[in-house]
């Protein structure tokens, strides 16, 4: 199994949402890493042939998804980053509703909610309505509603967005339980939520493709270029200004900074191995 894309562009009107990305997913799962309006969503939405390229295609198995039509809608699930629940449902009936719409016949869709229901961590309320859930609940709802249809490929826009730690970390063994065999490509800008889960990890700013590969392989990039300095006063205010700061912690009276830079930041910087928090600041320090 093969999802191929293959210079898709994107623009709204004059505006160049996606510019000619290329990228080949087989089974696994992806992290597509960016910030605000870098283009993730869009890429999303070509992908689940809810949008249409400007130009360049998304190809299935070497076959362009335009021609596929229906059958390729039927091996797709997708939580789109603005998901709308149905306040008055309840689990139960929202996931049978949402099994109807993907026109699945009434009997499996009975034995498939429940059974994602349990899966999902939500069989004690599925009879109660979805007003009454958390925020994470309704997450775990909406994504198990991509399921419903025993997709190959699982398309997660923003899906840890508003989570509690405990939540993410439900989210991420769940995840690894379901995506077995799958395409999972999955949207966010958080980076530890990629950082345990993605087999490969793209990086898309201003719609283009900057990085695509394992952690390790794209954490290269910045390797030499992450640093740790010590420093008090006014030489960590120097630095605080001057650099990209990651992170800072305070040690005995001084300030513990670190720092991406191409060159050495001060004297006493010492080395540090770099993470993919790292790599984002360095690509994204300019926009924040
Ligand atoms: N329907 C639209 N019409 C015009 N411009 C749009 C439309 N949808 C998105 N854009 C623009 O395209 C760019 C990419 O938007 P997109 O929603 O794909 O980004 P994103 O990475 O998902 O951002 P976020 O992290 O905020 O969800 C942005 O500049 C956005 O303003
Ligand atoms: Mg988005």
Not at 158 to 169: C, F, I, N, S, W
Request: proline fraction near 3%.
């Amino acid at each position: 199994m093969q999802l191929t894309l293959d210079r898709l562009t994107k623009q709204y009107g004059d505006k160049t949402a996606l510019d000619r990305i290329d990228a080949v997913f087989r089974p696994g799962i992806y992290g597509l890493l960016g910030a605000n309006g870098a283009g993730k969503t869009t890429l999303m939405r070509l992908v689940c042939d809810i949008l249409k390229p400007t130009s360049g295609e998304v190809a299935f198995n070497g076959t362009n998804i335009r021609d596929l039509g229906e059958r390729y809608r039927s091996v797709i699930g997708y939580l789109p980053q603005d998901f709308g629940y149905y306040p008055n449902f309840t689990a139960m009936n929202f996931l049978l509703y949402m099994a109807s719409l993907k026109g699945l016949n009434a009997g499996y869709a009975k034995k498939k909610s429940l059974e994602l229901l349990e899966t999902f961590g939500l069989f004690a309320v599925k009879d109660k309505k979805i007003k009454t859930f958390s925020g994470g609940m309704k997450r775990r709802l909406g994504i198990a509603q991509t399921l419903l249809n025993n997709p190959q490929i699982l398309i997660l826009d923003e899906p840890t967005a508003g989570l509690d730690p405990k939540e993410r970390v439900k989210f991420r063994s769940l995840l690894r339980s379901f995506a077995e065999d799958k395409i999972v490509i999955l949207s966010t800008h958080i980076v530890t939520d990629v950082e345990y889960i993605a087999d490969e990890i793209l990086v898309i700013k201003g719609g283009t493709l900057l990085k695509k590969g394992a952690e390790s392989t794209i954490l290269q990039e910045i390797a030499g270029k992450v640093w740790e300095c010590r420093a008090a006063g006014q030489e960590a205010e120097r630095l605080e200004t001057r650099f990209a700061v990651c992170s800072r912690k305070r040690e005995n009276g001084e300030a513990v900074l670190r720092i991406v830079s191409d060159e050495k930041p001060c004297a006493a910087a010492v080395s540090a191995a770099p993470c993919l928090e790292d790599l984002y600041l360095y690509y994204f320090q300019r926009e924040v």
